[in-house]
């Protein structure tokens, strides 16, 4: 298959697949969305690299609800605790991604957050934690059903993310019938490799 | 006991410079082989990776934080459009230490193809088969007898429908079948590089230097003249402010497919013939999600231990997509990892976790025309990134195996089988399943499709026009470069790559063994030294 007529069966609206990688997939949803009413905050420089940025922190707080349906604690401070542990977790994690991926994270919250791009997805003007579970789920259903490549990765991103964040905790095992992890002692018999050197 | 020489960057306060007659660039399959034979056979080696070195006693078996520390991009590492992740090791031992322990032998229909589509000699089952023995030998390989009830399903599924299938290879020993390889063996019990090779080369008088990552190349003429690298925090991602250089008349890059394609990109080595990078395979995963009546507790024993290779040449080596079939069993972020669904649908999903079996179908790419792979692009940073864009070719494989897939586990007993795309629903019966996945709309990413098996984008080739490097790993252009990791094979393998690196890499190493003693002391920089390196200030 030739390259050029790959590209214009994958192109998306008028932005081509490659136009849309050259300048980063959500470097371009910014510029494309908040385009829409020319205005927005803007990118912030810097930053990028240390974990989830409190924007990432508020959407993903928002619909975990949404995503998680019953399985998210019902009582209000294990609910509570329940999401704070999972996002700290999940803070760790991004942390450890490569630069481009974490950038990309920290592009994907700034640009949900940007006000134009939230009354667009959302219907409204509440910031993303004082949508209403509807309005959130519609957002989600929409994306996860979309035409549009990008919303379709949007959701899938946020909802993998929630999954991450949720699923790692002893609190999630419980609902789902995972005992955990078998409690071992390391065995003397085997070999270790140790660090005897200048590390 | 013998001390090792291992440096950290995270913990240099320095810049480090060392001489060497070999330097590798990574210690995965193919890095790790290749330093164990080069060390015995009394050649220096520094060995150098990006990753930590992390070992059983750091292995705490939490799927989160491990997926941050041992793996590069968390498991999720995305292509460019970000259809899809590939999932690769980053640590000592790279994704041997994370694998899942399933060791085939290369397929004779790949290397045929090998042979008279691509032309290459020297590969043939027979000139192979003294390196898989002595690799499986090396780290106690042999069928598995011992399957989880996960496994089991399938395999009941196969013989009810009278498919080819059997018990796969690992390379364990002493295994107590808990379940945990993805996270890195918590009782060593794996033969993953961290505990076989790299150790005898370190204790062989290798010097290894972690948390290092390599920028460049230094090419001059037709020789690699050093390696230049900087040192990264104790995340792997900030460098931390130093550098590291390492000079040796021998280069191996064995740093995986994408990372070493982007490597020899990054230091813009000859490339005449445009080869670099291209035809990158996958060996795509896709995957099917059932409920069985039984608890199959899929996140405890062996997580794969049956295969079967029914479809994999189905139509032919050159024809329609084929794929072979394995079970996955996994713990419960990998496991939901898999379905991207919300609200109730999740929660029911969540809770038939002890229920629930998982298939992979992993379809082989490379052997037709409209099955080029991806190609590895560099970012403005340097990093390098695989552009795969999935086509009819592929889409086509992933429906077929979602019908088949679907058809063993409702065999196997299953109430409900379900692909893994968002697009689906769970289905009650084979007949329902197979007429909603004929009409089912198949699109990214709503399909969950990853891979395990990054191959190629440095293809061997036996001569310029064909291959980036050698048969040997030899590259065309840069006589003292070599390649040695999976980023050599031309095609996608059909089965799991690990062993074909293995024996390749044990292969290739010992030539290049033979081709240093061939030459004498002009190879030897360092022969006079008693230390295993020399640290020059």
């Known amino acids: 298959m030739s390259a050029p007529g790959r590209h214009e069966r994958e192109s998306l609206l008028f932005i081509s697949r490659r136009g849309l990688l050259r300048a980063g997939l959500f470097g371009t949803t910014a510029v494309w969305m908040g385009g829409f009413v020319a205005c927005g905050p803007g990118r912030t420089a810097g930053g990028v690299g240390f974990g989830l940025s409190p924007a990432g922190k508020e959407i993903l707080r928002a619909i975990s ?97 929630v999954v991450l964040s949720f699923f790692d905790q002893p609190v999630a095992w419980k609902s789902v019938g995972y005992p955990g992890p078998p409690l071992l002692k390391p065995d003397p018999r085997v070999g270790r490799v140790e660090n005897r050197g200048t590390e | 006991m013998s001390t090792h020489e291992i440096y950290s960057g995270a913990a240099l306060e320095r810049d480090l410079h060392l001489e060497a007659d070999v330097v590798i660039v990574g210690s995965g399959a193919g890095g790790g082989v290749t330093a164990e034979i080069l060390s015995q056979a009394g050649l220096r080696v520094v060995l150098l990776e990006e990753g930590a070195h992390r070992t059983s006693s750091d292995f705490d078996l939490r799927e989160l934080s491990t997926f941050a520390k041992l793996y590069y991009d968390g498991g999720l590492r995305p292509t460019s459009d970000g259809a899809m992740g590939i999932v690769q090791g980053r640590t000592v031992g790279g994704s041997t230490t994370v694998n899942w322990t399933s060791c085939f032998r290369t397929p004779e229909q790949t290397l045929r193809f090998w042979r008279e589509q691509l032309g290459l000699e020297g590969m043939t089952s027979a000139d192979l088969e003294p390196w898989f023995e002595r690799m ?49 063996c918590p009782m060593d019990r ?42 990264l925090d104790e995340t792997g991602v900030h ?29 813009e080595v000859p490339d005449p013939h445009r080869l670099l990078g291209k035809r990158t395979f996958l060996q795509m995963h896709n995957y099917s999600l059932a409920v069985m009546p039984d608890r199959l507790d899929p996140f405890y024993g062996a997580p794969q231990s049956i295969y079967s290779d029914e479809f994999t040449w189905r139509d032919g080596v050159a024809g329609r997509a084929g794929f072979n079939l394995e079970a996955v069993g ?36 490379g ?3 409209e099955s080029p792979g991806g190609q590895v692009e560099l970012r403005t940073d340097g990093s390098a990134v695989l552009d795969y864009p999935i086509n009819d070719y592929i889409w086509d494989g992933v429906r077929s195996s979602y019908l088949v897939m679907a058809e063993c586990q409702f065999a196997a007993g299953a109430t409900e089988v ?101 030459r004498g002391p002009k190879d030897h920089a360092n022969s006079a030294e008693r230390h295993p390196t020399r640290e020059v200030n």
């Open chain 1, 65 to 161: 609800p949404v995503v998680l349906g019953g399985l998210l604690p019902e009582t209000g401070p294990e609910r509570a605790r329940a999401l704070d542990t999972g996002l700290a977790s999940l803070d760790e994690y991004v942390a450890h991604l490569s630069s481009p991926l974490q950038r990309e994270v920290e592009d994907l919250f700034e640009t949900l957050d940007l006000w134009p791009v939230r009354v667009l997805l959302t219907g409204g003007f509440s910031r993303w934690a004082d949508c209403s579970p509807e309005a959130l789920e519609s957002f989600l259903r929409s994306a996860q059903g979309s035409r549009i490549f990008l919303l379709r990765r949007v959701y899938a991103l946020l909802q993998s993310l």
């Open chain 2, 330 to 365: 996994a713990q419960p972020v990998a496991s939901m990892n898999f379905f991207k669904g919300m609200g109730d649908d999740l929660e029911a999903f969540a809770r038939a976790l002890p229920h629930r079996h998982t298939m992979v179908a992993q379809i082989r790419d």
């Open chain 2, 239 to 267: 460098p931390s402010g130093h550098r590291v250089r390492v000079e040796a008349p021998w280069v191996v890059v064995a740093a995986g497919a994408i990372n070493t394609p982007g490597l020899l990109m990054r230091s």
């Open chain 2, 190 to 231: 794996k033969q993953s590089m961290l505990v076989t090779t790299v150790p005898a080369a370190l204790d062989h008088g290798a010097a290894m230097a972690t948390r290092v990552r390599v920028e460049r190349l230094e090419w001059s003429g037709d020789r690699v003249t050093g390696v230049d690298a900087i040192t």
């Open chain 2, 136 to 184: 499986e030998a090396r780290l106690s390989i042999r069928p598995w007898e011992f399957p989880n009830l996960n496994n089991q399903a399938m395999a009941n599924g196969a013989e009810k429908l009278g498919w080819r299938y059997g018990a796969i290879p690992r390379n364990v020993l002493n295994c107590l079948n808990l379940g945990y390889c993805g996270l890195g």
């Open chain 2, 367 to 369: 052997f037709h025309s």
């Open chain 2, 418 to 518: 379900r692909p893994a795309t968002s697009d689906a629903a769970g289905y009650r019966s084979w007949a329902e399943a197979r007429s909603a996945i004929s009409s089912l709309p198949l699109r990214a990413p709503n399909v969950f499709l990853n891979s395990t098996h990054p191959l190629g984008g440095c293809g061997m080739g036996r001569d310029a026009t064909r291959g980036v490097v050698r048969p040997d790993g030899r590259h065309h252009q840069l006589e003292n470069l070599m390649v040695i990791d999976g980023s050599v094979f031309p095609t996608s393998l059909g089965v799991n790559p690990s062993l074909s690196i293995y024996a390749l890499a044990a292969r290739n190493a010992e030539k290049l063994v033979a081709t240093i003693a061939g």
